[in-house]
């Protein structure tokens, strides 16, 4: 056994024990962990959105049209980061002209174009009444866009309105399945490999889908929160409570998941566990902590702030200050599976240590790019389509 | 037949490879002569300003693949681990020169006195590329030189060529695919670099190539067996430990070698149905 750093033309990573030659360079990077995260991002925003236009809980009116937004922004990027990161991304509609069926990553370009579909045409119904006053009112190259988002159609009447709601209704029934396919697609494309031991189980479709919607309903918390600040307006105490509870709810499901999941690993003792657990000690150790300390910390707070009835500035700060560690809690868990996953050789006797490069396509500050882009792009969707309802208007 | 075809054709690549086939055998004990004689290979190989479109494109119009169903053998009683089959099958298939791209690797297990677990290395080890001098040469350090070994041995690994290759499943263009020969094949002006594959080969047999942004691997040099050669690593090869042939013939060295050792594949419980089959290998190879 020795640790060893290549000095090689691109990355290879140091390893320990045995590892087979080819896999001393990773072949999925940070792009591949930034890819799933976004993914989650829209299927929490999408089913916080459905949980008002769908089920009519009126407390998450104040952040049904911005989480369709949300999704929609972040279902813009998502794709960005696998395109990146493919050696031939001009042969990558050959996936959809030729798809090979067999493969789980066909089956994206369709999934995520469904949704992608779905998401524009709620979008269209949720805002037609904005779009029709904006297409009257402004001038311009504007009004022209706005004119040719109207697709036509200017009738605002109440029998208008209620045809607009019915449809809203029903996309956004049908998106919360399309967004749980979307994202247990994603945990399907490791699930389903049986050469990585770290990878292959039924659950991970269900994580991927669990831990994506409390990334979701955090991002969306935060999104509300700091687009609030900036309008200086105000944020509803009652919207904040409803997704605190949907955040506890579903935190609660995805830690005793998650936690089922590394339990059986080790209790099955299948060979190679020695290996395992190096692995975790080892390569994935800060990468856990984290993922445990941001899930459990924000655990506790949503506890607490249900439990107490907190309102006000404590609720909204403490519900800030567990968005972020939540989210941090799933960029860690999908660096965890997937960066993990190839740090354990399927040798099943050594171990990578991988550290992503900071620049170049496989690299820190591309992905971070993209992460930053979806969110540019979601002010530019906010401001070409204000989401915000009346009540919340700045003053 | 093969023979025969690269002696008339003797400044060809395949020509030369043939010869340096013959060349190893009777230098087998005499490693640096032959390794030296290697990197004239290499050299001559790229500076020939005759080399042919690589791999030759096309296909072999005498060539029916209905007719074939190829397999490889490993009989790791006979390997000596002198690593001349990984720095021909480099040349052969322009896999780039680094220590972590490989169609072709080999590994070896030593066992010491007193321990239950062996001791496993590749050409690619460190200490190995070190004892080599340089990562584009090929060898095994005497690191053991010292060392109460009580058993050791090299297991060459290449693709297994599976019954049901996991790599054809996720690929999803379709890139790589079965041949009815019974070779994994990957179309690298079809391959969108995604390296799904890569992850699914349980065996790390498959390689991201930076230059050509696509997945690489083994192909049993098909370029050459569909012309009635041997795969480059085979006729490299000085003691006979790689083992090439055609199931639909009985008398096939491979049917001769699967019916008088006891074969085993690796990692059988995948599923995956390897086409390649090892004498002499233990449970700690994986």
């Known amino acids: 056994m020795h640790t060893f750093m290549h000095v090689a033309p691109f ?26 995260y976004i993914t989650g991002l829209v299927a929490g925003a999408f089913i916080v959105s459905s949980l008002y236009h769908t089920f009519r809980i009126e407390r998450f009116k104040p952040v049904a049209r911005l989480a369709l937004l949300s999704a929609l922004a972040f279902l813009s990027f998502a794709p960005a980061a696998l395109l990146s990161h493919l050696g031939h991304p001009e042969r990558s509609f050959e996936a959809i002209w030729t798809a090979h069926w067999t493969s789980a990553f066909a089956a994206f370009a369709y999934v995520a174009g469904f949704y992608a579909i779905l998401l524009i045409l709620e979008i269209w119904f949720a805002f037609r009444v904005d779009i029709v006053a904006m297409a009257q009112t402004a001038r311009g190259s504007m009004g022209l866009l706005y004119r040719l988002m109207t697709l036509g159609s200017y009738d605002v009447s109440e029998r208008a309105l209620a045809y607009d709601r019915k449809w809203t209704k029903v996309l956004a029934a049908v998106g919360i399945a399309a ?24 659950l991970m479709p269900i994580i991927f889908i669990l831990s994506a919607v409390v990334s979701g309903v955090a991002v969306l918390v935060l999104i509300y929160v700091v687009s609030s600040k900036v309008r200086k307006a105000a944020i509803d105490e009652s919207c904040m409570t409803g997704l605190a509870q949907v955040l506890w709810g579903f935190l609660i499901v995805t830690m005793l998941v998650e ?45 607490v702030l249900l439990a107490r009835n907190v309102r006000g500035r404590a609720l909204i700060g403490w519900m800030s200050i567990s968005s972020v560690l939540l989210m941090s809690a799933v960029l860690a868990m999908r660096w965890n599976v997937v960066i993990g996953g190839q740090e354990l050789s399927k040798t099943a006797k050594g171990l990578l240590t991988f550290t992503p490069p900071l620049w170049g396509r496989e690299g820190v500050v591309w992905a971070s790019t993209l992460l930053g882009g979806s969110f540019v792009f979601l002010w530019v969707l906010a401001r070409l389509l204000p989401p915000w309802e009346p009540a919340q208007m700045s003053e | 037949m093969s023979e025969d075809k690269s002696i008339k054709d003797p400044l060809g690549r395949r020509g030369f490879m043939s010869l340096l086939g013959k060349m190893c055998a009777t230098t087998a004990v005499c490693s640096s002569v032959a390794s030296v004689a290697l990197e004239g ?21 005498e060539y029916d693949w209905t007719k074939h169903r190829w397999a490889f053998g490993v009989d790791t009683t006979r390997c000596i681990g002198c690593l001349r089959c990984v720095e021909a099958c480099k040349v052969e298939n322009d896999v780039p020169f680094n220590p972590h791209d490989f169609r072709t690797w080999v590994e070896r297990y030593v066992y010491l006195e007193g321990e239950d677990k062996p001791h496993i290395d590749s050409q690619s080890d460190p200490v190995n590329i070190a004892a080599a001098g340089s990562p584009h040469d090929y060898r095994f350090s005497d690191r053991y030189r010292n060392a109460k070994v009580t058993k050791a041995f090299f297991v060459p690994k290449l693709c297994n060529h599976c019954e049901n290759p996991p790599c054809v499943q996720v690929c999803p263009v379709g890139a790589t695919y079965k041949t009815p020969d019974g070779v994994v094949l990957i179309d690298k002006d079809y391959c969108i670099g995604c390296r799904y594959c890569v992850q699914a080969c349980p065996y790390g047999a498959r390689y991201f190539n930076e230059e050509t942004q696509t997945t690489d691997k ?32 009985p008398s096939s060295e491979i049917n001769e070698f699967i019916r008088s050792h006891r074969i085993s594949v690796l990692k059988p419980w995948t599923g995956n149905g390897p086409h390649v089959f090892y004498n002499g290998i233990d449970s700690e190879v994986t």
């Not at chain 1, 967004?179 to 039924?202: I, P």
């Open chain 2, 41 to 61: 290979v290499a050299a001559v190989a790229k500076s020939t300003p005759a080399k042919a479109e690589f791999p030759p494109a096309g296909p072999v119009p």
């Open chain 1, 179 to 202: 967004a749980a396919g979307l994202h247990g697609y994603v945990g399907f494309v490791f699930g389903s490999l049986k050469a990585r031991e770290w990878w292959s189980s039924d």
């Open chain 1, 259 to 303: 936690a089922l999941e590394y339990v059986e690993m080790l209790y099955r003792r299948i060979e190679g566990i020695g290996m395992i657990e190096q692995l975790i000690a080892g390569p994935i150790r800060i990468g856990l902590a984290i993922q445990v300390l941001c899930s459990l910390i924000p655990f506790l707070i949503v506890t």
């Open chain 1, 11 to 36: 990355i290879a990573s140091p390893f320990r024990g045995y590892v087979y030659p080819n896999e001393t360079v990773l072949p999925w990077g940070v792009l591949i962990v930034v890819y799933p």
């Open chain 2, 218 to 249: 083994c192909t049993w040099c098909y370029h050459r067996i569909t012309k009635g050669l041997k795969p480059a690593c085979v006729e490299v090869c000085p003691v006979k430990a790689r083992i090439f042939g055609d199931l639909n013939d």
